[in-house]
């Protein structure tokens, strides 16, 4: 097993109800270069809205396409945004938090620097922004997922 998916054999061995709170280095190894990820971001209202978005992960950044709309307009007004990414290698699953903050690229030089350019959404609509956070915390945890049901 890859440690940079499933834990370590020393770890392997946690009780099945335990959470394990992994290291920003695994957090990042866990990640990989691209995913979808969910977006939070400060609404209009003041409340969080969340969206979903395909990531590209570069030099410890995460990079996302955008199209006009309010996604951009609540980031350019607040910038602090959180994006969670979950996945998992049964009998693992994790949960890795990003909060940091989102600025739009403007630069081509920059874009094309990030690959940011060259991702690819599953969304239909176009997407000609690009965006980048830029991680002030890094966090997750890890638990198993094969726990014996209570009886």
Known sequence: MNDAIGPA???QALAAHSVE????????GL???????????????GGPDIFPVNTLVHERNVYFRS?????????????????????????WRWSVVIRGAARRL?????????????????????????VCIEPSTVSGRRFRTDYPAKG
Not at 67 to 91: C, I
Request: hydrophobic letters at 35%; one cysteine or more; proline letters at 9%.
């Open 9 to 11: 054999p020393e770890r």
């Open 21 to 28: 709170t992994l290291r920003e280095e695994d957090c990042w």
């Open 31 to 45: 990640l990989g270069d691209r995913g979808i990820g969910r977006l939070a971001a400060i609404g209009a209202d």
């Open 67 to 91: 199209g006009p709309g309010m996604k951009l307009v609540q980031m350019t007004a607040e910038p602090r945004v959180a994006v969670e990414f979950d996945g998992g290698d049964p009998p």
């Open 106 to 130: 403007d630069r081509d030089d920059e874009i094309e620097a990030s690959g940011v350019a060259e991702l690819v959404s599953l969304s239909p609509t176009p997407k000609d922004d690009f």
